[in-house]
């Protein structure tokens, strides 16, 4: 399995920006599909981005749809989320998961994830 360690975290205001990184461990990271999933205090986790091994193809969920874009840089074993116009019910901890398989539905699921970073705060005042 893929290690994964989440950074880019922070507080912002209402509006701002913020680049989340995953870097993963090993040499199979460009086997995985990548997804970031988050999780509000006392919410249900949910999906939010999830971009093909090869980065052909990215999913969002409709809530974050044109202010976020997931990417991935597979020579440096690395994910990111690029975060614009936030708002305060972005506010989670966010988590990137690797998935073995390549999946054109029920890529929202989480427990199809095989590997889960530690997750990183993001805080969005208002």
């Known amino acids: 399995q893929v290690q994964l360690v989440e950074s880019g975290g922070g507080l912002v205001q209402a509006g701002g920006s913020l680049r989340l990184s995953c870097a993963a461990s090993g040499r199979t990271f460009s086997m995985y599909a990548m997804g970031w999933f988050r999780q509000a205090p006392g919410k249900e986790r949910e999906f939010v981005a999830r971009i093909s091994r090869s980065s052909g193809s990215t999913r969002y969920a409709d809530s974050v749809k044109g202010r976020f874009t997931v990417s991935r840089d597979n020579t440096k074993n690395t994910l990111y989320l690029q975060m614009n116009s936030l708002k305060p019910e972005d506010t989670a901890v966010y988590y990137c998961?690797?998935?073995?398989?390549?999946?054109?539905?029920?890529?929202?699921?989480?427990?199809?994830?095989?590997?889960w970073g530690q997750g990183t705060q993001v805080t969005v005042s208002s």
């Open positions: 998961a690797a998935d073995r398989e390549p999946r054109s539905w029920n890529y929202g699921l989480g427990s199809l994830y095989d590997s």
